[in-house]
């Protein structure tokens, strides 16, 4: 048994399949980055994880304890979403709650945790990622990479056992994408266990344990960063990291 198990994960929008029987194991403390073409599903296979979007069919396994994704039922809703926290590309901060505010809210109102004991999990987590001098600040006085690490803050302090997160850095400035990367890096060494959408493929070849290239809705590999990257043996894999110039072959240097 693996720590998240995913089933037969499926999701159209209208006739457009989107998801198509996706299953995927992630191990406990394992980071896997989802890369792929634009509208491959990258984005909606985090989504049906969170139950921003409801699948058709599909399952997921945490830690052996088994949720339908197509439940109606709030409650169970409510429990899914504890363990898989979401962080988003614009950050979703509350505009009207300073920093500390934005990490306290969730554990008061996700885990139902007594404001003074919040307080100190969010001081401590924003602590971590670089923001403990900046806790009384709004997000509209914050740069967007401090934007970013407090959501990221907010979400590891909940202890979701599974952390998404969906392009994490595209919504930012080149020169802040580096410290949000950092605080990436840290959460993955800290032991979290991290689905990822990103583009930043440095950064996946260096931090990433796994990396899955979807395509259509279907995973079409599934392996180790020099696999994918140095050794790809789907062609359609070597195509994209091609085109994104991640593997070049012996006549792209002749000019
Ligand atoms: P990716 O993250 O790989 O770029 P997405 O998961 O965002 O791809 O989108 C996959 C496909 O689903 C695309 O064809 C996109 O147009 C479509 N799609 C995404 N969200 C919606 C929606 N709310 N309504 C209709 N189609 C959608």
């Known amino acids: 048994m693996s720590f998240i198990e995913i089933r037969g994960l499926s999701k ?9 029987n996706v299953d995927l194991n992630i191990e406990k403390g394992e980071v896997v980055a989802i890369i792929g073409p634009s509208g491959t599903g990258k984005s909606t296979l985090l989504r049906c994880l969170n139950l921003l979007e409801k699948p058709e ?14 439940t109606k039922s709030s409650k169970k809703i409510l429990e899914l979403r504890q363990h898989t926290e979401m962080v988003f590309q614009q950050f979703n901060l509350f505009k009207n709650r300073n920093a500390l505010d934005n990490v306290t809210e969730g554990l008061r109102i996700v885990k139902k945790i007594p ?16 923001m403990g001098n900046r806790l009384y600040h709004y997000p509209k ?12 803050a907010r979400a590891l302090a ?33 032991g979290n266990t991290i689905l990822l ?8 070849r260096s931090v990433a344990d796994r990396i899955i290239f979807l395509e259509n809705g279907k995973i ?12 790809p043996e789907n062609e359609r894999l070597k195509l994209f990291l091609r085109n994104i110039n991640m593997l070049r072959s012996a006549d792209d240097y002749v000019i």
């Not at 159209?12 to 198509?20: E, F, H, I, R, S």
């Not at 404001?115 to 670089?130: F, M």
């Not at 079409?220 to 050794?231: L, M, R, S, T, Y």
Request: hydrophobic residues 35%; negative net charge.
């Open 12 to 20: 159209k929008y209208g006739n457009n399949t989107v998801l198509d």
């Open 57 to 70: 069919k599909g399952e997921l396994s945490v830690e052996g304890k088994k949720y339908d994704l197509t």
């Open 115 to 130: 404001k003074d004991t919040a307080e100190k999990i969010a001081r401590k987590e924003l602590d971590k990622v670089g």
């Open 141 to 152: 006085h914050l740069s967007g990479g401090q934007q970013q690490r407090v959501a990221i």
């Open 158 to 190: 909940l202890k979701p056992q599974l952390l998404l997160m969906d392009e994490p850095t595209s919504a930012l400035d080149p020169e802040l994408v580096g410290e949000v990367l950092l605080t990436i890096k840290r959460a993955a060494k800290e």
């Open 197 to 204: 959408v990103t583009h930043e493929m440095d950064f996946v």
């Open 220 to 231: 079409v590999a599934d392996g180790k960063p020099e696999e994918i990257f140095e050794n």
